[in-house]
């Protein structure tokens, strides 16, 4: 069994290295036994120092299975293995059945525990799943051999080869358009506005959901507990980036793909740690409030992109820049069972007293209601960026009247996210904007037409998406706020070593 084994290990390599186009990059095992042993993490397999491949005995009955993914793990190379997640591509290439992927692949921190790879490939035919595997697994051999390779850094390029891939159907396309022009819409608004069957709306929520165009029905409102939205600008080296991961307050980060500029940290703080991060200044670290924000969601292009953002940038516009609501501490008192309901809707997206039952809290349909009522539980859709677009970051040094006029230009040719940031170093105009990779060209020469010098940054992003939370652990009940001078006071200590 064991020289059969073997053989289909080796022929199973040999058509993995033809598909990729790359070598193996470890050492070929010179036996494959089957025995008892607690398996790694991750690999459900390991190889010996005697150079065998050892295989569980619990998981004979897919051996086949297990045969297939040592075979393309056999391409990811050793200096890899400090992300165990990577293997879960070749999970996808074996066509793993569910419950053995479950059962072996290791999760990532809980920032990212809406990292779901049985998922996210079960949308893409079998033909779209090898072409991204073509493009996925040098990438992350090339980052791995020079160092570079991180959790986030590994899930940016499985979104960036996996966004190429997603099919959305016309009922899904639907779904959106409803949605994108009210986000309160109900199923049955949905079904009336947008033609779509009861059952098509289901599966197209679901799959929506999952692959992150949208996020609800319900949110969680955080100005109500003492926060704010704070970017802070930093070299983008992997120290910043880790020292900023591992940042309790961090939501999201925009990582440039051109070398020698900065990134960005999303951060969600409370308010009155604002004054503690300006010494973050002394680290080359910029930070910036965030004093409004506005968006336009656009899923097509028109044919000559840089005409229309001229236009739209000299068209004139009437009104004043809303500024962002006021801050401020919880109208009712909440406990850390709260927030853990608080969690379940930013995970989940709703959540009942049933589920919340289920997960261990206490007086759910009661603590549920007085959140609903506290206004810190919402009832909307928020349409996110789609997938199979390109993200580029932009920062132009302008003041807070410009943000509509910001937000207008770019969102005349594509999916515009755009805040107003007030910094020590001057007022500013921030966007995340989400675009078919045909016009990317077009974007960046129309931005550097209009903006000219006050231009900071235009450049395509990798697309991280993780998963916040808020840090139960820090909330104090008695202040009815969250403790974040040890978090601050970490944050400093770690970019000073």
């Keep these: 069994m064991v020289v059969e084994s073997l053989s289909r290990f080796k022929k199973e390599l040999n ?16 036996d494959i036994v089957v025995e008892d042993f607690t398996p790694t993490p991750g690999r459900c397999s390991y190889l010996h120092e005697d150079g065998t491949l050892r295989i569980p005995t619990e998981y004979i009955i897919w051996l086949d299975v297990i045969i297939r993914k040592e075979a393309l793990s056999w391409l990811i190379p050793p200096e890899a293995d400090s992300v165990p997640q990577v293997h879960d591509i070749a999970w996808a290439y074996a066509e793993a059945p569910r419950e053995l992927w479950e059962d072996c692949r290791l999760k990532p921190r809980d920032i990212f525990y809406n990292y779901d790879p049985i998922s996210t490939f079960s949308y ?11 493009s996925l697994v040098p990438a992350i051999r090339a980052a791995a051999l020079s160092g570079n390779l991180t959790f986030p850094i590994y899930l940016a390029l ?6 190429y891939e997603v099919e959305l159907t016309n009922s899904d396309m639907k779904v959106i358009d409803v949605l994108s022009d009210n986000p309160y819409a109900t199923r049955e608004e949905i079904r009336r506005k947008g033609g779509v069957s009861s059952s098509s709306i289901s599966r197209s929520l679901t799959k929506l959901r999952k692959l992150g165009y949208i996020f609800g029905p319900q949110n969680v409102y955080l100005w109500g507990l003492g926060l704010t939205v704070l970017i802070a600008s930093f070299p983008n080296q992997k120290k910043y980036r880790e020292a900023f991961w591992n940042f309790k307050f961090t939501y999201n980060m925009m990582i440039p793909i051109s070398g020698g500029l900065n990134a960005h940290a999303y951060i969600v703080l409370p308010i009155k740690g604002v004054p503690e991060m300006e010494a973050l200044r002394d680290f080359g670290v910029e930070i910036g409030v965030v004093k409004s924000t506005r968006q336009r969601l656009r899923l097509d292009h028109p044919e000559n992109v840089i005409e229309s953002m001229v236009k739209a940038y000299l068209r004139d516009y009437e009104g004043e820049v809303a500024d962002l609501v006021e801050v401020s501490e919880p109208s009712v008192r909440i406990t ?28 759910p349909k009661q603590r549920l209601n007085k959140l609903k009522r506290a206004g810190l539980i919402r009832e909307f859709y928020m349409v996110e960026f789609p997938k199979g677009m390109d993200r580029i970051f932009v920062k132009v040094r302008r003041p807070k009247e410009e943000l509509i006029r910001f937000t207008e230009t770019l969102g005349s040719v594509a999916t515009t996210i755009a805040q107003y940031v007030e ?12 675009m078919r990779p045909e016009i ?15 231009l900071v940054i235009a450049d395509e992003v990798l697309d991280i998406h993780p998963s916040w939370y808020l840090p139960e652990e820090l909330w104090d009940e008695s202040k009815r706020a969250f403790r974040w001078e040890n978090e601050v006071e970490k944050l400093i200590k770690s970019l000073e070593r």
């Excluded at 033809?18 to 070929?28: E, V």
């Excluded at 499985?158 to 966004?163: A, E, I, Q, Y």
């Design 15 to 30: 058509r993995v290295v033809d598909l990729i186009g790359l070598p193996p990059a470890r050492r070929l095992p010179v």
């Design 124 to 134: 893409l035919s079998k033909k779209s799943k090898l072409k991204v595997l073509k």
């Design 336 to 363: 850390k069972q709260d927030l853990r309901i608080l969690n379940l809707v930013l995970l989940e997206g709703k959540v009942t007293s049933t589920y919340l039952a289920e997960k261990g809290i206490k007086s």
């Design 158 to 163: 499985l979104n960036r080869f996996v966004s």
């Design 423 to 434: 910094g020590e170093r001057g007022d500013a105009c921030l966007a995340i904007v989400s």
């Design 440 to 454: 990317k060209g077009d974007l960046l020469r129309g931005i550097k037409l209009i903006y000219g010098d006050d």
